[in-house]
């Protein structure tokens, strides 16, 4: 009976932390948002699936902001699941023993809990509010889509197979049309160092890393000159 007793008070004692724990979870992140301070990184970069998109869909964050409240919502679970092999004071009394039921169950929190499915809302509600900044971070980078999604390759392709067409007569034209070309990629890459978003954006609950996308910028840019 006593066992039974310490049992349901350390069970209910387990409960407590658990339930706190999801709480400092929740109030880190809405105290990050409240204070307009980051927390998480994520980068900006190319979509593996670039090929054909147009604008800011050629880009996307790494992970997407979508990823990132699946995960945290996966951490509460993991927080409310902790406890489930947490073993019964006879077992710490009696480790020889085979009691019936070896682990405290009898408070356990659940995924369906109203402080779960609360925790989950509240960090969705703080995540999607700052969804909308962080996925504007994209739109610097539009105009270098080009870039990546196959129309600079088909214009370079398009213009040698017009060089080697046109034959020996053409050279300065030709040369005209290279050096146009090479200038203007030139040009991009300039203007991405220079001119396209800061290395790190700072928002509420995120940091957005431009440092990668803008290398790659660069890099692409540079190749179709070369």
Same mark, same amino acid.
């Given at each position: 009976?006593?066992?039974?007793?310490?049992?349901?008070?350390?069970?209910?004692?387990?409960?407590?932390?658990?339930?706190?724990?999801?709480?400092?979870?929740?109030?880190?992140?809405?105290?990050?948002?409240?204070?307009?301070?980051?927390?998480?990184?994520?980068?900006?970069?190319?979509?593996?699936?670039?090929?054909?998109?147009?604008?800011? *869909?050629?880009?996307? !964050?790494?992970?997407?902001?979508?990823? /990132?409240?699946? %995960?945290? #919502?996966? @951490?509460? +679970?993991?927080? &409310?699941?902790?406890?489930?092999?947490?073993?019964?004071?006879?077992?710490?009394?009696?480790?020889?023993?085979?009691?019936?039921?070896?682990?405290?169950?009898?408070?356990?929190?659940?995924?369906?809990?109203?402080?779960?499915?609360? *925790?989950?809302?509240? !960090?969705?509600?703080?995540?999607?509010? /700052?969804?909308? %900044?962080? #996925?504007? @971070?994209? +739109?610097?980078? &539009?105009?270098?889509?080009?870039?990546?999604?196959?129309?600079?390759?088909?214009?370079?392709?398009?213009?040698?197979?017009?060089?080697?067409?046109?034959?020996?007569?053409?050279?300065?034209?030709?040369?005209?049309?290279?050096?146009?070309?090479?200038?203007?990629?030139?040009?991009?890459?300039?203007?991405?160092?220079?001119?396209?978003?800061?290395?790190?954006?700072?928002?509420?609950?995120?940091?957005?890393?431009?440092?990668?996308?803008?290398?790659?910028?660069?890099?692409?840019?540079?190749?179709?000159?070369?």
């Amino acid at each position: 009976m006593s066992l039974r007793s310490a049992n349901v008070l350390m069970s209910r004692q387990l409960r407590e932390i658990v339930e706190a724990s999801v709480d400092d979870i929740v109030d880190f992140f809405r105290h990050k948002h409240e204070r307009a301070q980051p927390a998480l990184v994520v980068t900006v970069q190319v979509r593996e699936d670039a090929r054909g998109a147009e604008g800011t *869909a050629a880009f996307t !964050l790494d992970p997407p902001v979508s990823d /990132v409240i699946r %995960a945290m #919502e996966k @951490c509460v +679970d993991d927080v &409310a699941d902790a406890d489930k092999n947490f073993p019964s004071i006879e077992l710490l009394v009696r480790p020889k023993a085979d009691p019936k039921q070896p682990f405290l169950q009898g408070c356990r929190v659940q995924a369906s809990d109203a402080i779960v499915r609360n *925790a989950k809302a509240s !960090l969705r509600e703080v995540f999607e509010a /700052v969804r909308p %900044a962080a #996925e504007g @971070c994209l +739109d610097a980078f &539009a105009e270098y889509a080009d870039l990546f999604n196959g129309v600079e390759e088909r214009k370079c392709s398009e213009l040698i197979d017009s060089t080697v067409a046109s034959g020996p007569g053409n050279t300065k034209r030709t040369l005209n049309r290279f050096t146009k070309e090479v200038q203007r990629y030139q040009e991009l890459a300039r203007r991405a160092r220079l001119s396209v978003a800061p290395v790190t954006v700072a928002l509420p609950v995120f940091v957005v890393d431009c440092k990668h996308i803008v290398d790659d910028i660069v890099a692409r840019a540079e190749g179709f000159a070369d």
